[in-house]
């Protein structure tokens, strides 16, 4: 019988968020090893799918958890926390006895403060253990930053075909799947197609134009027999990294021919989108007069720049400061990541009164600690709950615990530690309805779509400054290649050393 070794190691990086992510992160998700692993988290994300596609396999096959690390996203993970990876494979990979393949979930951004392809570094570091022959089928968020490590150390990389990402399931069955053809003798080659250009996640949806189309005819490319599988990453931006951009993967079966001809007709058609997905955001007074000015409620105002779901601190103050100045009839509803907030809370007790310094403590550089006066309305030993749809799937999500601070017209969430800043759920595990209010701050620059535009009255994007900022000029990058647009106006991508010369 087949034994098939599955290993999850996932965590989307922004290298401007100054908070490392450590050990305790991912531990708050839960460390999965060994058999407890397929027993715990068998059905979540991409491990569920790759259960489910080994099921639908010819033959018996026996799936062995190795290990299951995940960490919401967030900073770059520190050194110690790289070396904690490497021990927990060694010694897991060692336990998992014979394999006759690997299939590992990564997100494919992830960060160390040594390391810019910690991804890569993990293949690479598998590859060793496992040896140079064990198929070895790697899934990525396509949010990844693909680097030649990662193709030459993976043997097939699979990539989510949709965003909001909807799919981490599927994308685990489509590696079993192709893991099984590989076992079949399948010869899988990469081609890659790198673009000079980085867009925010606001307009990358793939279920609307311009990207629905092309995304349509990525899935026709990887229905192709000799396709095993097709991607375009539109790769988070908030990595400051060498070849930084989007890219096309075509994985063939031994036809580089054909992938690098179905690769750059796939880039030909994404290059010339890139303006449509530039997307036109408010500064915070003139987002809040927007939301005040429309009739209907909840108004979502989607504070992108500090999104936790891009791996931002999730404690900016700036859209706070402007909503605490404001008469708001109906009321906000806004989040907030701040543990000593939230012990602050604590002390005072349900009814007390809560002056303190919020925010600005994780994301120091974009944001400034905020004195607020309020009373505390409730607290919660624990902020919690499962997300499936886009972040996750039967992932359980652990805030730490919750203090709601009411200050005038501004209900202020404070959790201990951050979670998807895209879920209505963010804000109902404590029992607050984002329906009852007429205006409500998401930390997500898209995501929060899938599950607050069916009953969103209006959607507003804000320009507020932050790590996962879309006005990329912003930022400061010091190692990407240039020229790279939009921080530089480029007339044709071809002639572009950095991509000719790739
Ligand atoms: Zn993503």
């Not at 060994?34 to 988290?41: C, F, N, P, T, V």
């Not at 997905?277 to 007074?285: D, G, I, Q, S, T």
Request: aromatic residues 6%; negative net charge.
């Amino acid at each position: 019988m087949k034994r098939i070794g599955l290993i999850q190691i996932l965590q989307e990086s922004n290298c401007f968020n100054p908070v490392l992510t450590v050990q305790a992160d991912y531990e708050n998700f839960g460390v999965g090893t060994g058999s407890e692993m397929l027993a715990k988290y068998g059905e979540v994300g991409e491990i569920g799918g790759f259960m489910e596609g080994l099921k639908k396999w010819p033959e018996a096959v026996e799936p062995v958890g190795v290990l299951r690390l995940q960490a919401w996203s967030g900073g770059p993970a520190a050194p110690s926390t790289k070396a904690w990876f490497l021990e927990m494979l060694t010694e897991q990979l060692g336990q998992a006895g014979r394999l006759d393949g690997l299939l590992i979930a990564l997100h494919g951004a992830m960060m160390g403060a040594d390391e810019p392809d910690l991804d890569g570094w993990l293949l690479e570091e598998i590859r060793g253990l496992a040896g140079p022959d064990l198929p070895i089928v790697a899934s990525l968020d396509l949010h990844a930053y693909v680097t030649d490590r990662m193709t030459r150390c993976a043997t097939a990389l699979v990539v989510y075909l949709t965003f909001p990402h909807m799919d981490q399931r599927e994308t685990g069955m489509r590696a079993a799947s192709v893991l099984r053809r590989i076992l079949s003798g399948a010869r899988p080659v990469s081609s890659l197609v790198r673009l000079p250009m980085i867009t925010g996640g606001e307009l990358q949806s793939t279920f609307v134009p311009p990207l629905a189309t092309i995304f349509q005819k990525l899935e026709e490319a990887e229905g192709r027999n000799e396709v095993l599988s097709a991607a375009i990453l539109m790769t988070q931006a908030y990595l400051d990294v060498p070849q930084l951009g989007w890219s096309v993967l075509i994985v063939t079966d031994n036809r580089s021919d054909i992938g690098n001809r179905l690769a750059e007709e796939l880039a030909t058609l994404c290059w010339p989108i890139r303006e449509q997905l530039v997307m036109k955001f408010l500064e915070a007074p003139a987002c809040l007069d927007r939301a005040l000015a429309c009739a209907g409620q909840p108004v979502v105002i989607a504070d992108g720049a500090d999104a936790t779901n891009s791996g931002g601190g999730g404690d900016s103050i700036h859209m706070l400061n402007e909503m605490v100045g404001r008469h708001i009839p109906g009321g906000a509803l806004t989040i907030m990541v701040d543990p000593q907030a939230v012990s602050h809370a604590n002390e005072a007790g349900a009814g007390g009164a809560f002056v303190f310094a919020v925010g600005g403590k994780r994301d120091n550089v974009f944001s400034k600690p905020l004195k607020i006066s309020g009373t505390v309305k409730s607290l919660h030993p624990k902020a919690g709950y499962v997300l499936t749809g886009h972040g996750g799937n039967n992932l359980k999500i652990d805030m730490g615990r919750a203090a709601v601070v009411q200050m005038a017209d501004v209900t202020l969430l404070l959790v201990e530690k951050p979670g998807p800043g895209s879920t209505p759920l963010m804000y109902r595990c404590v029992g607050l309805e984002p329906k009852d209010f007429k205006v409500v701050i998401v930390k997500s620059p898209a995501g929060f779509r899938a599950e607050f535009g069916p009953f969103a009255a209006d959607i507003i994007l804000s320009d507020c400054p932050g790590c996962a900022s879309t006005r990329f000029s912003s930022l400061p990058y010091r190692r990407i290649n240039r020229p790279l647009w939009p921080l530089d106006q480029i007339d044709d991508w071809r002639a572009v050393d950095w991509i000719k010369n790739f």
